[in-house]
């Protein structure tokens, strides 16, 4: 049986967050140092140091290395809390791609590329950026499709190709490049992630892509590597298990994203329902209307079921399970739940919904990518259909075979 009875550290951990967010971060909301691509890295820092002094940065962090060494459980906690503001994830330090990244690196890397990279990441010193994604027929939601190449040379690795909506990477300091490797006689040795710093020789951003979201620093570059020299020190994990080591971060990835988007929704519907209380038409509130008060009810039915589905998740990664279907079953419901619930939000404060008097209409636009972060739902829906196929097989008997 699953217990949902969270210790007593840990609501007041969830106690703490949620008074920094109101008090430290979201008067900080309306900066104007905020454009379409994100905030500006000096307002990030801020936020950070703000952060730093509550002793609340990098929940999600290995103690060792100077976070608050979590659990999945913790995290979903955590994550909830520091989303009710869209600059929360960025205070505490776990804002994709940069809290997966941590998780990897913490996984796969060996003790020296740890104090390089991963210190400074965990102290919120360095932003990094994950390169899986390709343009031209590359990979994409198929990661076999993988076009960029690393050639092996001596003990040295060239790798040419091009990346695109690689999230962060103006301003950012590490990147993590996946690349299909081959041996000097063009031996196919399989994909390898490589790690090099962001504008090394052989890295340069083509162009900044204008998307309709704006909550990650540097917003979404399209990178060209030509002729990018790595050593074999950099290569982060083993030669040829490139896709295998990118489960690390890739499944609990998902998830990460989930409970920081049910706490954007939460505020979302709490703005909304407060707006319901307030506006009247025909004689009372709006949210005695059932049009309107049947909107908030099922806003509430989609918030509770979304944070069952991630607390079920999280302990199960907890747990040691792989998780990797419950994973799927909860981005893909999430990503349509909290929509809907943004969506709805929207719908109940009417013209003042699609202002940006209120943070709804940047969540709604925000939120909407949540639906292609990471693997759009329909490829997960493909992924989980295959799974029921082959269990549907499994299970075929010879009685079941012979019917027509």
Not at 97 to 126: S, Y
Not at 162 to 188: F, N
């Amino acid at each position: 049986m699953i217990d949902f009875e969270l210790p007593e550290d840990l609501l007041q951990l969830s106690d703490r967050i949620d008074l920094f967010i109101r008090d430290q971060v979201m008067p900080l909301e309306a900066d104007p140092r905020q454009g379409p691509h994100g905030p500006e890295e000096v307002l990030r820092l801020e936020l950070v140091d703000r952060a730093r002094q509550a002793g609340l940065l990098s929940p999600h962090g290995p103690a060792e290395w100077g976070g608050l060494g979590l659990d999945h459980v913790g995290m979903a906690v955590a994550f909830d809390r520091a989303g009710y503001s869209p600059l929360g994830a960025l205070a505490l330090n776990i804002q994709a791609p940069d809290e997966g990244n941590t998780n990897l690196l913490n996984v796969v890397a060996t003790p020296a590329q740890k104090t390089r990279w991963l210190k400074p990441l965990v102290a919120g010193e360095l932003r990094t950026v994950f390169m899986m994604t390709e343009p031209d027929g590359g990979a994409g939601s198929d990661p076999s499709l993988l076009a960029t190449v690393a050639q092996k040379k001596g003990d040295r690795f060239v790798i040419n190709g091009r990346k695109w909506l690689i999230t962060g990477y103006p301003g950012s300091g590490l990147s993590i490049i996946l690349a299909r490797t081959l041996d000097e006689d063009g031996t196919d040795l399989g994909a390898t992630m490589f790690l090099a710093p962001t504008g090394a020789p052989g890295i340069r951003q083509e162009r900044l892509l204008d998307t309709i979201d704006s909550n990650s620093p540097g917003g979404h570059a399209v990178v060209v590597l030509e002729d990018l020299e790595v050593g074999a020190e950099d290569v982060l994990g083993e030669v040829g298990r490139g896709f295998r080591n990118a489960q690390v971060r890739l499944a609990p990835a998902r998830l990460t994203h989930c409970m920081r988007w049910l706490g954007q929704a939460r505020r979302c519907h709490d703005i909304a329902t407060a707006y319901a209380g307030r506006r009247q038409a025909f004689g009372r509130p709006i949210g005695e209307h059932q049009g309107v008060g049947f909107q908030l009810a099922d806003n509430e039915i989609d918030l509770h079921m979304s944070r069952l589905a991630i607390l079920h998740c999280a302990w199960k990664l907890d747990r040691g399970d792989k998780a990797r279907s419950e994973t799927s079953r909860a981005k893909v419901f999430c990503s349509e739940a909290l929509g809907r619930v943004v969506d709805r939000s929207m719908q109940v404060m009417g013209g003042l919904g699609i202002t940006g008097d209120t943070v709804v209409e940047r969540t709604y636009r925000d939120i909407r990518c949540f639906r292609i972060y990471d693997g759009p739902s329909e490829v997960h829906r493909h992924v989980l259909a295959r799974e029921i196929m082959k269990r549907a097989g499994d299970d075929a008997g010879p009685s079941m075979a012979a019917q027509p």
